[in-house]
Every structure is written in C-alpha cells, then in structure tokens.
C-alpha cells in the first residue's frame, strides 16, 4: 500500500459535490483539512448540480402566462445560484493555494449528475455533505450522498456536519 505522501505525488483526483447548503460547505472544508495533500498534486473538481429548469405551461394553474420574460429571469435566477455556490467553494479553497482546482457544473438530478461527473473525470474519491434527513425526509425525498454511495463506482466518503 502506499503512503499517503506518494499517494499525493501521484497526484489524485478528488470529486467534492457542492451546493448552496452550510453541509457540503462543511464537507468541502473537511477534506481540505484532512484529505488533501499538504505537500500537493492533488486536484479538487468541485461539482455542481443544477436542478433542471421546470417545463412550464403556457399558461398555469392560476390562469397567469409564462411570458419568456419570465422563463428568462428563472434562467437567469438558477445561474445565480450556481455561480453562488462554486465561488463560494472557490473561495475556501484559495486558502489552500496548493490544491488544485476545477469546476463542473452540469444541469439534471443531483444524484445523477454527481456520479456521472465522479466516472467521468476519473475520481479517486467523492466527497459530500450529509443534510441529515430522518427516516421520513429520506423516504419520501431520497438521499443524494445514500445514493451516490451505492452507485459509483469510486469510493464514497460522506461527512456529517456536527450538531450544534
């Protein structure tokens, strides 16, 4: 087995799935300060999931039409959020000047999204945060990191945010 000073030499990959939560902020800033290599040549690519932009009517339930004004600023809201939250990421990691960084933001199901990035930029790790969802939240809205944890194929590490 190696070391994990060779391990950094060889430079890894490290998959770190972010949103606008407090819990992948938590996870991001975990792995910073016990995964990353201090020595270098690992690389983070943070991951974001865009939640794909609702198909709308033209006209809605309540009888108001979805003028593509409208339709343009929920774009435009959505990227917001997006952009909020890698340059968030971003900035906790320019603490760390050397880790290296990329970003990938793709629009879909998180779940979906975040195993699909980890397979494709070759993950030697994926690192998430945990919402904390009791058994009903999990039942009915699924868990993202349960999920994940099942379904890549690289290992899974899950960081609990602890109770204040």
Known sequence: MASPAAA????????????????????????????????????????????????????????????????????RHASAVSAAAVDKARRLCAE?????????????????????????VGADLLVMGSHGYGFFQRAFLGSVSNHCAQNCKCPVLIVKRPKE
């Open 96 to 120: 760390h000047p050397h880790v290296a960084v990329e970003t990938l933001v793709e629009s879909g199901d998180p779940r979906d999204v975040i195993c699909d990035a980890a397979d494709k």
């Open 8 to 75: 950094g030499a060889a430079g890894r990959r490290i998959v770190v799935a972010v949103d606008e939560g407090e819990e992948s902020a938590h996870a991001l800033a975990w792995c910073l300060a016990n995964v990353v290599s201090p020595a270098g040549g690992d690389t983070l690519v943070l991951v974001h999931a865009r939640r794909p932009r609702p198909v709308y009517a033209a006209m809605d339930s309540a009888g108001y039409i979805m003028t593509s004004d409208v339709l343009a600023s929920v774009e």
